[in-house]
């Protein structure tokens, strides 16, 4: 059950970061420099034998994706997703709830 709301919330962080435009921009970013050091060791070596500075970039390209997994990771509480804008709003309504009754 745990795993199943990490997975929803790891979907929803992604596709607010989408939508912000930093996935899309990183993922572009690397993915291009990434092509671009394929064809060059491509077209100079005649043939492909990934060195380790590409593998390297590889990685990076999948960076974004890690955080967002672990960000999405931290947001659980005792198997159950932690919100705390709306626990805030919980904890200040009991506290205008118990001033009300005590006077």
């Not at 420099?33 to 070596?45: G, H, R």
Request: charged share 20%; proline share 3%; glycine share 8%.
């Amino acid at each position: 059950m745990a795993i199943g709301s990490f997975v929803e919330e790891a979907i929803s962080f992604v596709k607010k970061a989408l939508t912000r435009g930093f996935l899309v921009w990183w993922l572009t970013v690397v993915l291009t420099v990434d092509i671009l050091l394929i064809l060059y060791y491509v077209m100079t070596s005649g043939g492909f034998y990934p060195p380790l500075a590409l593998l390297i970039i590889e990685l990076l390209a999948f960076f974004p994706l890690i955080v967002v997994l672990l960000i999405a990771g931290g947001r659980q509480k005792n198997g159950r997703l932690r919100n705390s804008t709306q626990e805030t709003h919980k904890r200040k309504d009991y506290g205008r709830l118990e001033a009300r009754t005590r006077f």
